[in-house]
C-alpha cells in the first residue's frame, strides 16, 4: 500500500498528500470551511452530506472527539482535507483522535501542504465536484478526473430524505413544558431541538417526508424546520408541507434549509452561491435594528428575494429581514401579516459564535402570542 493520496479536482487541478483518515476512494463536492474551531460539530453535521470538506485552519485534530459534542450520530462528510493532522490529541473531554473516527467510520481524508492554495482555487473557480483516492485507489489522474467528472454535482440533489430520521422521537424539555415544537428534520443538529428543550419546548422531531396535516395533528405551539444538505429546488414535499403550517397560521421559525423552504412557500426561487459561506465568521445584518452578529454558516444556495422593501406573497405582505454583508446575500426572510420567519445562519451553533442564540427565544414570543 502507497502512502500517497490525491485529491483530483473536476477542472483537472490536482493536490497530492498523505491519506488521512480512511484509506481509498471517495467523491464529492469540495467545500472549504473556515471555523478556527468546532470541526467535530462541522464533521458530524447532516447539511455536509456528500461533499468533502476542506479546513482553512492549520492545524485540526488538537482536542481529539469526544462523545459530547457531535451533532449527529456519525460523521456525515463524504471527504476531509486538512493541512497538517494532529500529532497528539490533548483534551481533557477526549476519548480518541480524529484520525481513529475517521478510519472507524470510513470516511477517506487527506493531508495536503496547500489548503492555503486549494481555498483560492475554490474561490476563483467555485465549488466543483472532485474525488480523494489513496491507497489501491491511486490511478492514472486522466483516470480519476474523468471518474470525479461522472459522479453526479450538488444541483438538483435531493438529500434531506437520506439523512432525515425515519421515525418520529420525542426531545422533551428541560425545566417546564411550556410549548410544544414541531420540528420537521431536514438534517437537523442535535443541538437545535436542545437550544429549544432549553427554553420549556418539547420538540416532536419528524422526518423530512412528513405532512402538513402530519405536522397540524400534533397540535403545535410552533413549527420548525431545520438545516439540511442538497438543492432546495428538489424539496417540493416541504415546502408543500410548509404551506399547509403558513395557512393554519401556526407560529414557524426555519433556519438554513428551512430558510430556503420557506423562501420557495413564499413564491420565492433559490440559487446555487459560487462557493457557498461554511464557517463561524459571517457578518449578518438585522435590517429592522441595524445589529449585526458574527455568525455560523454552513449553505451552497440561497434565497433570492427582493431587498428593496416589502413584497406581496399568498400570505400576506413580506420581507427581507437580514443580509449578509459580505456578499448582501439573503440572510432571512419574515411575514409582516402572520407569526414566522427564518434565517439562512446557524443560531444554535455549539462552537459558537453565539451572538444570534435570542432567535430562539423570538420564536417563543411568537408562540406565546399565539396562545394568548
Known sequence: MTDTA???LEDGRVFRGTPYGAVGETLGEIVFNTGMTGYQETLTDPSYARQIVAMTAPHIGNTGVNEEDPESSRIQVAG??????????????????LGSA???????????????????????????RAGIFSGPAVADERELVARVQAAPGMEGADLAKEVSTREPYVVPAIGDRRFTVAAVDLGIKA??????????????????DVTAADILALRPDGVFFSNGPGDPATADGAVAALRGVLTAEVPFFGICFGNQIFGRALGLGTYKLRFGHRGVNQPVQDRA????????????????APTDGPFDTPYGRAEVSHVNLNDGCVEGLRLLDRP???VQYHPEAAAGPHDATGLFDRFCDLMTKGAE
Open 102 to 128: 475517521l478510519r472507524d467510520q470510513g470516511v477517506v481524508g487527506i493531508a495536503i501542504p496547500g489548503t492555503r492554495a486549494l481555498t483560492r482555487h475554490l474561490r476563483d473557480r467555485g465549488a466543483m
Open 289 to 304: 435594528t441595524g445589529r449585526v452578529a458574527v455568525s455560523a454558516h454552513n449553505h451552497g444556495f440561497a434565497v433570492d
Open 80 to 97: 476531509y482535507v486538512v493541512r497538517e493532522p494532529a500529532r497528539v490529541a490533548s483534551n481533557w473531554r477526549a476519548t480518541g483522535s
Open 6 to 8: 490525491i485529491l483530483v
Open 340 to 342: 414566522a420567519f427564518s
Open 191 to 208: 443541538m437545535t431541538p436542545h437550544r429549544l428543550a432549553e427554553r420549556g419546548c418539547e420538540v416532536h422531531v419528524l422526518p423530512a
